[in-house]
C-alpha cells in the first residue's frame, strides 16, 4: 500500500509539472505597453478624483480637459524620449511653458504631479496596478497629495508615455481662480509665477484681506523631488 501510494503522488506530481508548463508556454504574451497607455490615464484620472474627495469633501469634481490632457501626454512623451523625471525638461521647459505657448488666454493656477514606474517586460503593465501604485506614491507624498487634493481645481488631464521598461506618468491641474481673462495688451499677460504650493498662489498679497489675490496667467508650483 505505501509503494503504490508513493508512485501514486509522484505520478500526480508529474502530471502537475507537466500541465503547469503547458499552461506557460501557451499563454499568450502580455499586450504592448504602448497600447494600455490611454487605460492606464483614465484609470488614474478617476482614483485621482476619489481621492480628492477622501481628503477634502470640499473639492470640486475634476473635469477631463482635452488641452491639459495634450499637454500632459506631451510632457510625459518627453520624459520617455529623454529618459528623465523633472518638472523643468533639460532644456528648460514646463509644462506651463507650452501650455502659454498653445493657448494665449490661458489665466489661472497650474499645477503638476508626475511619477515613473518601472515593469517586467514579460508581466507587461497592469492598468489596475499601476494606476493604484502611482496615485498611492502621489498620496504617500505630503506636497503631492495637497496638490492634487486642492479644493480649487476643476480641470485636469493625464498623460501616460512608455519607454523600455518604465512608464512616465505626468497628471495636470487647473482652475482660473475666477480671475477675468488676461489683457493680452499687457506685457505681463504671459508671465508665468512659481510658489511652494498652490495655497501659496491662491493667497492674497501681503497687506490685502479677504479674495483670492491677483495670479499670473500661469502659477506653476515650484518643482520637487519625484520619487
Not at 496615485?135 to 492634487?148: A, P
Amino acid at each position: 500500500m505505501l509503494r503504490a501510494f508513493g508512485f501514486g503522488f509522484v505520478l500526480l506530481a508529474c502530471v502537475a509539472c507537466t500541465s503547469t508548463s503547458e499552461v506557460t508556454r501557451n499563454a499568450p504574451p502580455p499586450p504592448d505597453p504602448q497600447t494600455v497607455m490611454p487605460a492606464l490615464e483614465t484609470r488614474i484620472f478617476e482614483l485621482v478624483q476619489d481621492a480628492r474627495h477622501k481628503s477634502d469633501a470640499t473639492a470640486k469634481n475634476l473635469t477631463l480637459d482635452s488641452e491639459l490632457t495634450d499637454v500632459a501626454r506631451k510632457k510625459s512623451g518627453d520624459m520617455a524620449l529623454k529618459n528623465y523625471l523633472a518638472h523643468r525638461a533639460p532644456d528648460g521647459e514646463t509644462t506651463a511653458d507650452i501650455v502659454m505657448g498653445e493657448d494665449a488666454d490661458f489665466q489661472g493656477l497650474l499645477g503638476e504631479n508626475i511619477a515613473a514606474e518601472h515593469f517586467d517586460k514579460q508581466s507587461g503593465v497592469d492598468v489596475e496596478k499601476f494606476a493604484h501604485e502611482f496615485v498611492d506614491t502621489w498620496m504617500g507624498s505630503e506636497n503631492h497629495k495637497q496638490n492634487l487634493a486642492f479644493p480649487s481645481y476643476d480641470r485636469s488631464g493625464v498623460g501616460a508615455a512608455v519607454n523600455g521598461d518604465t512608464v512616465y506618468v505626468t497628471q495636470l491641474f487647473a482652475t482660473d481662480m475666477g480671475l477675468p481673462p488676461p489683457d493680452q495688451q499687457n506685457p505681463d499677460a504671459h508671465k508665468v509665477g512659481e510658489y511652494v504650493d498652490p495655497k501659496s498662489a491662491a493667497a492674497p498679497p501681503p497687506g490685502v484681506t479677504g479674495g483670492d489675490g491677483p495670479l499670473p496667467p500661469a502659477a506653476l508650483p515650484k518643482p520637487r523631488p519625484d520619487r
